[in-house]
């Protein structure tokens, strides 16, 4: 079983930055592929961004893109998340998710095997 720990939330006025980390318990985090999703509340749970194991490969929802940076140290078995230029909109439970069945990024929830238990982030406009 693979632990995945978030840490980094917090509350921001719009146009602040936070930096997301996710730390992975497990030996082989460099060879999953990792992503980031949020939910914001009443609304279903959306993916952010992806990147693959190498960290060559990543992915982001056109919301973030521009905004957000996804990047991993697999000697540190973490997962980073930079979030710039926050929005009100940005507001939600950020959750990282791992896929240890395949190498390559993936915008699929189903597809992730190991959650995290979320960190909030809010943004005050």
């Known amino acids: 079983q693979v632990q995945l720990v978030e840490s980094g939330g917090g509350l921001v006025q719009a146009g602040g930055s936070l930096r997301l980390s996710c730390a992975a318990s497990?030996?082989?985090?460099?060879?999953?592929?990792m992503g980031w999703f949020r939910q914001a509340p009443g609304k279903e749970r959306e993916f952010v961004a992806a990147?693959?194991?190498?960290?060559?490969?990543?992915y982001y929802a056109d919301s973030v893109k521009g905004r957000f940076t996804i990047s991993r140290d697999n000697g540190k078995s973490t997962v980073y998340l930079q979030m710039n230029s926050l929005k009100a909109e940005d507001t939600a439970v950020y959750y990282c998710?791992?896929?240890?069945?395949?190498?390559?990024?993936?915008?699929?929830?189903?597809?992730?095997?190991?959650w995290g238990q979320g960190t909030q982030v809010t943004v005050s406009s």
């Open positions: 497990t030996r082989s985090f460099s060879t999953y592929a």
């Open positions: 990147i693959n194991w190498s960290g060559g490969t990543f």
């Open positions: 998710a791992a896929d240890p069945r395949r190498v390559g990024a993936s915008r699929v929830a189903n597809e992730y095997d190991y």
